[in-house]
């Protein structure tokens, strides 16, 4: 079986993404599927062999977030900032993608991507941004190909405030591309059972699953252990989203009668500003460090060193954020690392970490209090056997998508 990949992430990518597809890509190798990924490059068209064995096509086209452009405060300013927010509100999720006709132009333009098209049994198009659904969709149609639809999160997670009227266009959008394709997955069994009912298709879960170097980071972690003449912290590396930050200020409260500190690495300078506004409303900023992008080498260092990691989710049970399962959730549960994951009681990821030692779920300022003490008396270090969760490896997780894509070749 040949399969073409459009994804926007890659390895070595510093994305979620990139995780996921990494990871399943290594595994359908080794299964025998002969797989090309066609990704956004940063800038430079570019072509090789990955570390497993799978042809890359690097399309000159940027998957860095646009600079933001630093704003003086005035008229200009806040008009600009107005009327950006008024277009977001009324035009619909579907249609905001500025890149899509630049990802056509550039997979239209080499005759490697068209090569590939014409040689593969099954394109997989990865939602997340926008372009590279829509291109996959459109390799799919003109060249008489399967289509299987990969929507890492829900459309919906990246809609933000908008009228009810721009929903339905997008719902509507979404669903006529949706019903095309063979077959469509989900990152949880939640999100594709939420989704399902949204559109009136079936999906199906493919999680982004751990890896025997998850393993191995734990065994590191049992070596090393906390500290190293350090003032001991929690560790949080990424960004918070808007969803997110209440149960960051649960976790603030939590804080208040600990010696505990928390330190925060933040993907960009942007984050950290906005992350600080939070941490002054609350009189924290003796106790939180905010720290500036670093590489994944360093963050793992961070990591090793902490008393336990945190992982936090919408506080609020809804149908939509309950099903969302962070990318890098099984990678640090597979490591053994201790953390708290701080998320609405009903959700998805409780139920994962419940049943496993050394982690905690929390949705209140006790239980999080709870946690932080039992992190702190805990002696128990990562083993490297990814205990109650061995269903989510990465490599049966490849193994039940390979079984979708043979049901769609």
Not at 270 to 287: Q, S
Not at 369 to 388: F, V
């Amino acid at each position: 079986m040949k399969l073409l990949l459009i994804v926007n992430w890659y390895p070595p990518d510093q994305r979620v993404a990139a995780r996921r597809w990494g990871g399943l890509v290594t595994e359908l190798q080794r299964i025998g599927v002969d797989c090309t990924v066609v990704a956004a490059g940063d800038g430079a068209f570019w072509t090789g062999v990955g570390e497993a064995g799978e042809r890359i096509i690097r399309l000159p086209i940027s998957n860095r977030a646009p600079k933001r452009r630093n704003k003086g405060g005035g008229l200009r300013d806040l008009l600009r900032t107005i009327i950006k927010n008024a277009g977001r509100f009324f035009v619909p999720l579907f249609f905001r993608g500025r890149n899509i006709k630049i990802w056509r132009d550039a997979l239209t333009s080499h005759p490697e991507v068209t090569q590939a098209a014409e040689e593969c049994d099954i394109v997989v198009a990865s939602y997340g941004p926008m372009a590279p659904l829509l291109c996959g969709d459109y390799i799919a149609s003109n060249y008489n190909k399967p289509l299987v639809i990969d929507v890492r999160d829900s459309f919906q997670a990246k809609e933000g405030a908008a009228f009810f009227l721009s929903r339905r266009v997008s719902r509507f959008m979404e669903r006529k591309v949706l019903v095309k394709s063979c077959a469509r997955i989900t990152i949880g069994e939640k999100l594709a059972h939420y989704m399902a009912k949204q559109y009136g298709l079936s999906f199906h879960a493919i999680y982004n699953g751990w890896s025997d170097e998850d393993l191995v980071l734990g065994l590191e972690y049992q070596r090393e252990g906390a500290d190293k003449g350090e003032s001991p912290y929690l560790y949080y590396a990424g960004t918070i989203y808007q969803h997110q930050l209440d149960a960051l200020v649960l976790v603030l409260k939590a804080l208040r009668q600990n010696e505990l500190r928390l330190r925060i690495r933040v993907l960009s300078d942007n984050t950290a500003k906005g992350l600080l506004t939070v941490v002054k409303e609350h009189e924290m900023v003796d106790r939180v460090d905010l720290l500036p992008p670093v590489s994944s080498t360093e963050v793992t260092e961070e990591m090793l060193r902490s008393h336990g990691v945190l992982v936090v989710e919408n506080l609020a049970s809804s149908e939509l954020h309950d099903g969302t399962v962070t990318g890098k959730l099984f990678g640090l549960l597979a490591s053994g690392v201790p953390g708290i994951a701080v998320c609405s009681p009903t959700s998805e990821i409780r139920e994962i970490i419940d049943v496993v030692e050394g982690w905690y779920g929390v949705s209140t300022k006790e239980e999080c209090r709870n946690a932080i003490r039992a992190l702190q008396t805990n002696e128990k270090r990562g083993d490297g056997k990814a205990e109650g969760i061995a269903d989510y490896c990465v490599s049966m997780q490849a193994e039940h998508l390979y079984a979708l894509l043979q049901k769609c070749n």
